[in-house]
């Protein structure tokens, strides 16, 4: 099994920063795809953004496209979400989650960490 966990979240400003990390640990080997996903209140989680392990293909929702960057660091197992300019529509919780092939369907995902508060004031 591999597991996940995520940090960085927390309160910001509308225009304000912040990075988002994943920890991954455990059976990584199968895991090719990493991915961010939020889930607002109310709301269905959705596709935020993606990135094989081994190049550097990156994947973007249209709503972040410009303002999130989803980058690596192979040798910490850790993948991150730096996120720009935020939004207060930005508000939800955030998860990582591991994948096999790249999709933006949450389902297909066979991995998930416990999520992260990111909060943006206006």
């Known amino acids: 099994q591999v597991q996940l966990v995520e940090s960085g979240g927390g309160l910001v400003q509308a225009g304000g920063s912040l990075r988002l990390s994943c920890a991954a640990s455990?059976?990584?080997?199968?895991?090719?795809?990493m991915g961010w996903f939020r889930q607002a209140p109310g709301k269905e989680r959705g596709f935020v953004a993606a990135?094989?392990?081994?190049?550097?293909?990156?994947y973007y929702a249209d709503s972040v496209k410009g303002r999130f960057t989803i980058s690596r660091d192979n040798a910490k197992n850790t993948v991150y979400l730096q996120m720009n300019n935020l939004k207060p529509e930005d508000t939800a919780v955030y998860y990582c989650?591991?994948?096999?092939?790249?999709?933006?369907?949450?389902?297909?995902?066979?991995?998930w960490g416990q999520g992260t508060q990111v909060t943006v004031s206006s």
């Open positions: 989650a591991a994948a096999r092939y790249y999709t933006p369907i949450s389902d297909e995902y066979y991995a």
């Open positions: 455990g059976r990584t080997f199968s895991t090719y795809y």
């Open positions: 990135m094989r392990l081994s190049s550097t293909s990156t």
